[in-house]
Structures are given as structure tokens and as C-alpha cells.
């Protein structure tokens, strides 16, 4: 046999044994990671995705937070997982914010993530405290403005989208807030009812119950467009700071050198789970936004997030630990 048929020999026994492998995948159970802590939207949404895929692989899917770090703890977890399919990560919008954050990462995204989809995208809704005098996004500016220094805005940790969103706000409004984190979500918005806080810029299964109780108050939604959950809300940027958008994320990802035939097993699977029609219609009642798609276009959407947050965080002087 001469080199050019050896050569050719050895690349069918690769595409045979790697489509053997998408054929008999999965036939363990499968460790979904969630970079945050139980209870929250993403663990949330991970364990739905755990239960349908469990139903259509007839394989165990078993959810494993990892907190910590505003989820490099659970992304570098993943980056040093074999790379077999075996083990999947919940990725949201930390993914794009933590290398120009964090000094030390373990881990480098695009050289050590295989991205497998993105899933759903959900803005968030700048809020402020019942008693604060303002009921507009205008008002909020001209209080801020007349007391620089004063307003507080709580997030649950550096560099998540609720902290993100408020850096935005202030660089295009020219404002002077103060960020208070917190270890999650639920103890700002404790904060906020209390008293203890002015603002907070939150996903909407979070702030919807205290918006409609009345212990909060809407002032805009954060991504391009008005959402169907609370439809005469304006977005931000209608509501007087045009140009303004920032619209979290989530999706998965498995580590890098995951074979083709497997990534592409998943993604067919996790699209399908997309497309249910109970999922969706939660979704949207919670005011997020179903998305699916290839992993080549998530990839896409987490380099274009990088970028773009990285100039934000920049202009901001943020730098954690």
C-alpha cells in the first residue's frame, strides 16, 4: 500500500469510529454543570434541559453546581473535563465578561470550549425601589444626576449581567451610582425591598413578582425590544438613552476536541428540547426568548459578547480577582 492510500485508510477509520461513537452516544449518564448556585434561572433552566434529554437519551443527565469565581470555577471545570461528550456546561454571559475581568482565568474559551448551542436569550428589567421618587427612565437620570454618589444598585457579583447592565447605563447617562454585590440575586433584591438599595437590573423571573406586588418599580426593559411578559414596559433605549442594549444569555458547551459526530448529536438533541412547545411557552411567560441554532453561530455570538463587553469593562476600570 503506498503513502496516499495509508493516508486515506487512516482518515476512513477516523470518520468510521467517530460516527460509531455519535451512533453509540450516550451509553452512561452524562455531569451537566452550572456555574451558579441552586435555585437561580440558570439552574433553573439547566435541570429542565437535564429532564428532557434524560427522557430522549434514556440516559441520566445529573446536574453538579460549581459556584464561584462569577463562574470560571464551573467553566474551567469544564475546559479540563475529557473531551468525550460525557461532560456539558450551562454558558452564560459570565463566559464574555470574565476575561477582561478577572486577572488570573484558567481557562481560555475559544481555544478550550467547544461551543454546542446557544439557547435562549432574556434582557433584563431596570427596576427601582417603590419609594423612590422616580417613574421613568428620564426621572431616574435627572435624580441620579441631582445626587451623584447617592443611589446604590445591587447585583448578585461582579461582572454578571445585572452589573454590566448598570457599568452601561452609567457610562451613557453620564450618572454616578454605586454597585453593592452581592453573593446572589435573591439577597439584593431582599436589599432593595428593604430599603437597604435603590436600583437593581435583573432578569425578569427574578423582578416580575415584585414588580407586580408593587414593591417594585419598571422603568425598562434592557434588550432591543419590548418583551410580550409586560408588553407596555419601553426598552431603555425608547425610554431616553438611545443606543442602549445589553441582552443576557444562555447556552452549552462542552470541552474542546469533543469529537464532530458527538457536538453534532447534541446539538440536534438540544434543539429538540428547544422546540417544545411546553418550553417555549414557559419561556415566554417568563420573558425569555427561545433561540437554537448551530454551534458555529453560538460561537459567533460569544466572540462578537467578548468583544464588545471587553470594551465596556475596559472603559469602567473593572478588574477583579
Known sequence: MNEKCGLRVAIACLIASGSAAAG?????????????????????????????????????????NRTGASGAIGYEMLAKA???????SYISFTLATNPSMLRQLQYDASRDLQMVI??????????????????????LIAYAKKNPGK??????????????????FTQMTGTDLVHVPYKGVQQAITEIIG???????????????????????????????????IPDLPTVAEAGVPGYEITPWGGYAVPAGTPGPVVTKLNKEFNKVVALPAVRERWIALGIEPMGGSPAQFTEHVRKETAKWSEVIKRAGLKGG
Do not use: W
Open 24 to 64: 453509540d452516544f450516550p451509553d452512561r449518564p452524562i455531569r451537566l454543570i452550572v456555574a451558579s448556585a441552586p435555585g437561580g434561572q440558570p439552574d433553573i433552566n439547566a435541570r429542565m434541559f437535564a429532564t428532557e434529554l434524560s427522557k430522549q437519551f434514556r440516559q441520566q443527565v445529573v446536574v453538579d
Open 82 to 88: 475529557p473531551p468525550d461528550g460525557y461532560t456539558l
Open 118 to 139: 446557544l439557547t435562549h436569550i432574556t434582557p433584563n428589567i431596570l427596576t427601582v425601589a417603590a419609594a423612590l421618587p422616580v417613574k421613568s427612565v428620564a426621572e
Open 151 to 168: 443611589l446604590m444598585y445591587g447585583s448578585g457579583g461582579y461582572g454578571a449581567s445585572p452589573h454590566i447592565s448598570m457599568e452601561l
Open 195 to 229: 430599603g437597604q438599595l435603590q436600583i437593581i437590573c435583573e432578569n425578569t423571573s427574578s423582578v416580575m413578582p415584585h414588580v407586580t406586588s408593587g414593591r417594585l418599580r419598571a422603568l425598562g426593559v434592557t434588550g432591543p425590544r419590548r418583551i410580550p411578559i
